[in-house]
């Protein structure tokens, strides 16, 4: 069937509905639309027979949902209505949710119901549910409503009357935090309700800032609302019965200016922030700490899990070698198999091109960053004494798919999206991916997925050899069902024998090409892109980062 999708961006959700519909046979187009102009065009361009709508900001014209059956997939359950679904959810404390996919119509959500599911909200982030429970709902209920569409017999039922009604955009005003009065618990509803998008507007030491991400803090007390530690570029605020963490600040836009970049918080205060403690944690801090960590280790069994978790994937030079210190101390200790990753959301998008973009030398910060991430991907090339495997709860893309195919082996989470391509950023790549993806794939596939950017569901990486496993698990039970099978590999006698086989490969490999060859050739085109002021990637970051208009 000819489906196309139309988005307001092209995003994680719209994304996997494009890979998982192509695996089963459709001929799926995904256009960005804006307004109903660009919504009539992509129509007419496709000629499509079904119109699915995954994420969208702008209202379906007349013309398109009376002549098209167009279905839109809204973030609520049935009776649901309105943009901030998601983040009413979660900041009124809802202990489950939905999805529904609904026809378009005259008025806004209020169209028949094809399909819906529902979920248990987890206590994370409006980002993290939407690319985990939320995606794994939408999901199912877009392949319930293909098949039913498909059928040519099924009718949508009209919504409930007794539903929640709409509801309307939840506006600054109501996220706003009082520090002198609200609860820990109150304070973390407000953050993770708008983690990535919008933040949570604050006044912070004399200026104003969108507050990004929160984590709760089980120790540290102060005045509320003061700043009284940092860790790892996040900040500790206290409240009136505790303390939560916050990864991310965005300054306030003024006219001015330009839009605000999204930053690690101490770097984002810079000489505004006030001389507080850097309060660090050890790596094997015990599961029953409630505090922020971005990088922890485990071992139990003869397995080490080196477990991370950056705001947006994104990895900075601070960040990359603050892994790579994590990952030699697992290399240090008495285990078989050391795990990467294995935490539910994203695995890895490669370097942080906001903090690149806000460095007062971007093409020096690049040319740091991905030395950074190269000497990550380095170590775990270069492992040979013990089998690694990357566990990948959440998408990856770019240089983050290329980290997680250093290892020897890659397990995903059913519902992953790779996007294993540098090409929208204008970037010809590094992180071994001219060694490491031509030997899963073999040259010809690796030449053509760098050079078409389209997502790859977790089963189409699968059948081309770049995924070794698929876990069939929710978001919460990854980690659990990652610590099972590592186990089992530890314990399994062949295991050293894959250890030796896997030491001579490395051995014949080095003899043919040294791997310092590959990243010479690699760091030598990305260097002269980075510092090259009219390569389109200077464009084409800025336009990514501050939410511009892409560069044609």
């Known amino acids: 069937m000819r489906v196309l999708l139309i988005a307001g961006a092209v995003n994680s959700l719209t994304q996997r509905v494009q890979a998982e519909l192509r695996d089963r046979g459709h001929t799926v187009a995904v256009a960005p639309v804006r307004d109903a102009h660009t919504v009539r065009t992509a129509v007419a361009e496709h000629d499509p027979e079904l119109i699915i709508a995954p994420m969208l900001k702008t209202a379906v014209p007349e013309d398109v949902w009376s002549r098209h059956t167009c279905l839109i997939v809204h973030p609520g359950p049935p009776g649901d209505r309105g943009p901030s679904a998601l983040d009413w959810a979660i900041q009124e404390g809802a202990s489950t949710w939905g999805v529904t996919v609904l026809q378009a119509d005259a008025e806004m959500d209020a169209g028949d119901v094809w399909a819906s599911a529902s979920f ?7 980002s993290d549910v939407y690319r985990g429970e939320a995606s794994d709902a939408a999901l199912d209920a877009v392949l319930v409503t293909v098949d039913r569409f498909a059928s040519g017999c099924h009718r949508p039922a009209p919504q409930s009357p007794r539903g929640r009604g709409a509801r309307p955009y939840l506006r600054q005003s109501e996220r706003r935090i009082d520090w002198r009065t609200d609860a820990t618990a109150d304070v973390l509803r407000r953050l993770r309700a708008a983690d990535s998008q919008p933040g949570v507007l604050d006044d912070l030491l004399g200026g104003q800032w969108y507050l990004h991400g929160g984590h709760a803090e089980d120790r540290l007390r102060g005045e509320p609302g003061r700043v009284i530690a940092t860790r790892a570029q996040a900040i500790c605020r206290a409240t009136v019965d505790g303390a939560v963490w916050i990864p991310q600040l965005r300054a306030r836009r003024t006219p001015a200016d330009p839009p605000g970049v999204k930053l690690p918080a101490t770097l984002a205060l810079g000489a505004a922030l006030p001389r507080v403690p850097e309060m660090p944690v050890p790596l094997g801090l015990p599961v029953w700490r409630d505090t922020f960590s971005d990088i922890r280790y485990r071992e139990e069994e003869g397995v080490g899990i080196v477990g991370f978790s950056f705001p947006g994937g994104a990895m900075s030079t601070a960040q990359c070698r603050r892994l790579l210190d994590a990952y030699r101390y697992a290399c240090s200790r008495p285990t078989r198999v050391i795990v990467l990753g294995g935490h539910r959301d994203f695995f890895s998008n490669g370097i942080h091109l906001n903090v690149i973009e806000a460095a007062a030398d971007p093409s020096a910060e690049s040319w740091a960053n991905i030395q950074a991430i190269d000497d990550l991907v380095e170590a775990v090339l270069t492992t040979t004494d013990r089998f690694v495997v990357s566990a990948l709860g959440g998408n990856a893309a770019a240089g983050g798919v290329m980290l997680a195919i250093a290892a020897d082996e890659v397990w995903c989470r059913s519902g992953v999206v790779l996007n294993p391509h540098y090409r929208l950023m204008g970037l010809p790549g590094s992180e071994f991916w001219t060694y490491s993806l031509p030997r899963r794939v073999g040259p010809e596939t690796a030449d053509w997925l760098t050079r078409n950017p389209e997502p790859l569901s977790a089963a189409a990486a699968q ?16 980690a659990a069902r990652v610590m ?26 080095e003899t043919a090409k040294p791997l310092a060859a590959y990243r010479a050739e690699e760091l030598a085109r990305m260097k002269r892109v980075f510092f090259d002021p009219a390569a389109p990637y200077h464009a084409l970051r800025r336009a990514f980062v501050r939410k511009e208009p892409s560069p044609s």
């Open 120 to 126: 248990d909200m987890p206590p994370t982030g409006k």
């Open 484 to 509: 099972e099978l590592a186990g089992d590999l530890a314990a399994d006698p062949a295991t050293h024998q894959r250890l030796a086989e896997k030491k001579n490969t490395r051995a014949r490999d």
């Open 463 to 478: 059948r081309l050899g770049m995924v070794d496993r698929i876990l069939p698990s929710s978001p919460e039970g990854f």
